[in-house]
């Protein structure tokens, strides 16, 4: 197959596509800003409510009637652009594929400009993905409101900063050894004492990196903190005059000390931090008991042009800076060990914190993986899909946002006009839009061809990609299956879903075996696979009775829901990711933390989140409806397959993810899962 980087087959096609859109536009535009001074969001009504004579007031009154009059004056222009535009959306490709090159920051950081990283071998011991998908409800501004969003180019802008800053920097999470408080509940960003232990309150906060010289990495054999040589001015054990002085690195800024500061007690003890107390023990502030922490950098290995594309710009919002670094350089501090590397500036970044149950070696009861509320995305997200991009303009911004981080994308998926799906006419394309760190092989789109009601004006569909991860020693491609999809909105439409999920499934087998050889006809080694996975908004939640016909589709027995126990039935710490969007301004939810630590509580996840409702309900205090069970509608999914993709080799999950770092700009929570495949292979 041939990846479309143009939506037209010439440029002469694509002048005229750009004229016909030119005449067009102003119509689209001015109707869309007609219909939107007509839907107030909550926000705006609130603001108006506190100021009847506000300037908001005031500028819908004047530009409702001049949106109006001009409106009908581009009328006649938008008619001759529609002519010109309908017919030639029968020839228009079904996506562009675009690749950025390096920015200049890869090319200081030593990227090789214009060339890339060569794939890296494929390791016996196996590799692991991160998949993330999202609805961002990108939809023109005034179909937006109806969903209580507005300002759809702002929004997509600042989604593509998040997600791109989430994903870029580095994971630092905390282990703590307990036998008690291992629900979803227990997660949360640590604030810790120890000096190089910060907490930052707000997302915009971004503490000074503390710089290490080179006279502070000489060896000290007997400082139980630099057990691998290094010592430091702000070390507790190497700085001078710490007992009895206020110059503590505990108490900083001259705060008052207490007298059970264990830096301020006899120096009798060989450890100054472990007098009078039992050696580490968890009274003692530097080596609190069972604690883990791991810090994992961005990988740099996958996609070419990659290492310049994690820089974050002035004024981002939703993640913390950081630096490019191997996912391979992983730091862990025991500190029943005793040891902390020197170089291990934990201060910068902000820290997740999980309870681990003693005697496993994974986390979480007894799923075998770690499950998270993070208000980030995942440090070194591989692949990304996204719902409801449906906005041209706000999805050219989008990408531009993403590219800096993802050098491969699929976007403006879909059919638009009459071919393609069925007759009827489609004013909007799917919405859908893939994000890759690794090259992308092959693509194909498929409309359905069931849409009923206002979803019929969509090209909703399935976008189909095979993506290569690596080669094999016998210069075999290893490649990856990602199936991004969004299926029928409409409530009480089961059928027409389960139809969909029979055609997904049709289509994906279709799509592996055409795309299973290699195009090149001399080589003769078939590919490997490594993982199948779909990603997407399904509309139907596992949890509902009106759901039952699509929770006991085939689907399921082909690819496994890491979220759920079987037919309606979801584990007990999985959320719903449909937010109500009536609250979607509360203070209370208004940012990546706030809304985080909602969902960590069971009264928030009723007040905020969308629940399975009975027929005869009755409205809480916000005239929110009484959930009946469950943690909310989960319609958001990531689904894989275990077996059947290589002989010996298995997909395992790692980790699974609610994420909150898009809060304000959407009525959806993102998901995410680390897949690990491993090869049943040892390294030798």
Not at 149 to 167: F, S
Not at 190 to 212: A, E, K, Y
Not at 227 to 255: A, F, K, M, R, Y
Not at 377 to 387: K, S, Y
Request: with cysteine; proline share 6%; aromatic share 8%.
């Amino acid at each position: 197959m041939v990846l479309h980087t143009s939506p037209y087959p010439s440029a002469f096609l694509s002048f005229l596509s750009g004229l016909s859109w030119a005449f067009v536009f102003p119509c689209y535009w001015l109707l869309d800003r007609l219909l939107a001074s007509c839907v107030a969001t909550s926000l705006e009504k609130r603001r108006r409510s506190q100021d009847p004579c506000s300037f908001l007031a005031l500028g819908v009154l004047v530009s409702t009637p001049l949106y109006l009059v001009l409106l009908l004056a581009s009328l006649p222009f938008a008619f001759i652009g529609f002519l010109l535009w309908a017919p030639l959306q029968t020839i228009r490709k079904p996506y562009i594929y675009s690749h950025q090159k390096p920015d200049k920051h890869g090319v200081e950081q030593g990227s090789a400009a214009g060339t890339g990283a060569a794939l890296a071998e494929w390791r016996p011991q196996g590799r692991s993905f991160c998949f993330g998908s999202a609805n961002v409800c990108l939809l023109p501004d005034s179909l937006a409101r109806f969903n209580n969003l507005a300002d759809t180019q702002r929004r997509a802008r600042e989604v593509g900063k998040r997600i791109r800053n989430g994903a870029s920097r580095p994971q630092i999470k905390i282990y703590i050894d307990s036998p008690t408080n291992t629900s979803i509940s227990a997660v949360s960003f640590c604030s810790l004492s120890t000096q190089g232990f910060r907490r930052t309150s707000s997302l915009d906060h971004r503490p000074d990196p503390v710089v290490t010289t080179e006279n502070e990495t000489e060896a000290l054999t007997e400082c139980p903190i630099h057990t691998s040589g290094g010592t430091s001015s702000d070390c507790p054990i190497h700085s001078t005059g710490v007992q009895n002085s206020s110059e503590c690195p505990l108490h900083p800024n001259e705060e008052e000390h207490g007298p059970d500061c264990a830096m301020h007690q006899s120096a009798d003890s060989e450890c100054p931090v472990h007098s009078n107390i039992m050696q580490n023990s968890e009274d003692c502030p530097l080596h609190p008991s069972g604690v883990q922490i791991s810090i994992t950098s961005p990988d740099s290995e996958p996609a070419e042009a990659e290492k310049g594309n994690h820089q974050t710009g002035d004024g981002d919002t939703g993640s913390l800076e950081s630096r490019t670094a191997s996912r391979e350089s992983l730091v862990r501090f025991h500190a029943a060990d005793g040891g902390i590397s020197p170089n291990n500036t934990l201060s910068q970044h902000r820290t997740s914190v999980f309870k681990r149950p003693i005697g496993r070696k994974r986390r979480h009861g007894d799923d075998g993986f770690d499950h998270e509320i993070s208000a980030f995305f995942p440090a070194n997200l591989d692949f990304l899909c996204l719902q409801e991009v449906f906005d041209r303009r706000a999805a050219d911004r989008l990408r531009r946002q993403l590219h800096r981080y993802f050098p491969f994308v699929l976007s403006d998926v879909g059919r638009y006009g009459w071919k393609g799906c069925c007759s009827r006419f489609k004013f909007l394309n799917s919405g859908l839009l893939l994000a890759s760190r690794y090259p992308i092989l092959d693509a194909h789109y498929e409309c359905f061809p069931n849409g009923r009601s206002e979803d019929a004006l969509a090209a909703k569909g399935v976008l189909f990609a095979k993506v290569q991860v690596g080669s094999s020693s016998q210069d075999q491609r290893v490649v990856g299956y990602i199936t991004c999809t969004h299926l029928h909105a409409i409530e009480g439409d089961a059928a027409v879903r389960c139809e969909q999920l029979d055609m997904l499934l049709e289509w994906g087998a279709e799509f592996r075996r055409v795309t299973s050889c290699p195009a090149d006809e001399e080589k003769v080694l078939e590919d490997q696979v490594a993982f199948d996975v779909i990603l997407g908004d399904l509309n139907f939640d596992n949890c509902s009775s009106e759901d039952k016909l699509e929770q006991q589709h085939s689907l399921f027995t082909h690819y496994k829901d890491p979220c759920r126990l079987g037919p309606g039935e979801d584990k007990p710490w999985a959320l719903g990711t449909y937010l109500d969007t009536s609250g979607i301004y509360d203070e209370e939810v208004s940012s990546p933390e706030s809304l985080q630590k909602v969902m960590e509580n069971e009264e928030g996840r009723k007040e905020y989140l969308v629940f399975p409702t009975s027929k005869n309900h009755c409205p809480s205090q916000k005239g929110r409806k009484i959930p009946l069970k469950g943690n909310g509608r989960r319609i958001d999914y990531i689904l894989y397959k275990e077996e059947g993709l290589h002989q010996d080799w298995k997909v395992d999950i790692e980790e699974f993810s609610f994420i909150t770092q898009l809060a304000g700009l959407t009525d959806h929570l993102s998901v995410a899962a680390r897949l690990v495949v491993s090869t049943g292979e040892e390294e030798t």
